[in-house]
Structures are given as structure tokens and as C-alpha cells.
């Protein structure tokens, strides 16, 4: 039954969707998937770095419209109820607020290094904390990009996917202030992209 009910809907839309234009240009995309023995290719890296890129670009460009009113980033609740003062100074100072640590302490403990090794060099504390921003952002872009290969999505489609991603109200919402959402996506995406990457048991 279920056959002929597939074989049916397959007749269907071959007279029907199957004609337009828009459907045909979809059939013509390349749909290779990467095979079980290289799951990425090399071009697909250089794809992900390109649109991690774009990811940093769009960053700052969301920035550069907050930083019209810098109220924003040392006021507390002004940016969606979010605590965009706090978690800029915990990104480059011990010293500060840290009230939240106790229920988000790995944002401090792991964050904090790469902050201060930015104020060491002379870098501004709120210009270190967007810099970080800035690089998790590129780096959710790419990471996406990678999982939407790993997905078995050809090329074009997930650089488009990608794309589509970066244009999401989240997407730009935050990566327009420092808070600790950008980091949590990253961590998510990293995690689907090792239980898709690894097919075999790994001491890593």
C-alpha cells in the first residue's frame, strides 16, 4: 500500500511541480555526498572559512549599529533583557561582577584567558570583549557550514543554508552585543558537528 501510495504521489508531482522551472535547476545541482572516507574535502574547509568570514563581517556590521547608543553595552536590560555590561567585563577582568559564575562559571573559566591575552596587547577591555564576539560568530558560520556538508547537502545548497543562517534575527541580534548566547550556539554546533564527524569509536 505504501508503495503505491509513493508511487502515485512520484507520478504526481512529476506532472505537476516536476515541470517548473525552479524544480528542474534543483535537479541539476551537483547532490554528491561526501564518501564515508573523507567526509570533508579540502574545498569544503576553504567554503567554511569564506563564510566564516561573512559571519565576522555581518558581527560587525550588527556592532556598528549598536554602537549608536553605547548605553547598550554598559547598561544592564537596555539589549533584551540581556546582562551585556557583566559579561563584558567578565570576559577581561577578575575583578568584576561576577554574580552569575556560580550558575554559568565555564563562561568565565574558559572565555577569560582569551580576553586578558587581548587587554595584554593593549586592546581596549569592551573592544576585546566584542573582538571575541566577533570570532565565535565567524566561527558558528563555518561550523554550520560544515555540518550542513556532513548533512549530505551539496555545496551550493549548504553555503546558501549558511547564508540563510546568518540573516536570522538571532544571527544578527546577537552578534550585535557581548553576551553568552554566541558562545552557547557554538558550543551546540560543535557538538552536532563531532556526532556527525566521527563514524568510529576515538579516544579524542
Known amino acids: 500500500m505504501i508503495g503505491a501510495i509513493q508511487t502515485r504521489y512520484d507520478t504526481l508531482f ?12 534543483w535537479d541539476s545541482i551537483d547532490r554528491e555526498v561526501p564518501s564515508e572516507g573523507r567526509l570533508i574535502s579540502r574545498a569544503d574547509v576553504y567554503v567554511a572559512c569564506a ?13 556598528a549599529q549598536t554602537n549608536r547608543v553605547p548605553e547598550i553595552h554598559t547598561t ?17 577582568s577578575t575583578a568584576g561582577n561576577h554574580g ?14 582569551f580576553g586578558a591575552f587581548l587587554t595584554m596587547l593593549g586592546v581596549e577591555p569592551l573592544i576585546a570583549a566584542k573582538a571575541l564576539v566577533v570570532l565565535v560568530m ?52 560543535l557538538s552536532l558537528f563531532m556526532m556527525l564527524r566521527v563514524k568510529t569509536a576515538h579516544w579524542g
Open 14 to 25: 512529476e506532472a505537476t511541480i516536476g515541470r517548473i522551472f525552479v524544480t528542474k535547476l
Open 51 to 63: 563564510l566564516g568570514l561573512v559571519g565576522m563581517a555581518v558581527s560587525i556590521w550588527a556592532f
Open 76 to 92: 544592564f536590560n537596555l539589549w533584551l533583557h540581556a546582562d551585556v555590561a557583566r559579561y563584558a567585563e567578565n570576559l577581561v
Open 100 to 113: 552569575r559564575t556560580s550558575v554559568h562559571p565555564l563562561f568565565s573559566i574558559l572565555l577569560y584567558p
Open 138 to 189: 565567524g566561527a558558528n558560520a563555518a561550523v554550520f557550514s560544515l555540518i550542513t556538508r556532513l548533512l549530505g547537502l551539496p555545496r551550493l545548497v549548504g553555503a546558501l543554508f549558511t547564508l540563510l543562517f546568518m540573516t536570522t534575527a538571532s544571527f544578527m541580534f546577537w552578534g550585535a552585543v557581548v553576551e553568552s548566547f554566541q558562545f552557547s550556539c557554538f558550543s551546540v554546533l
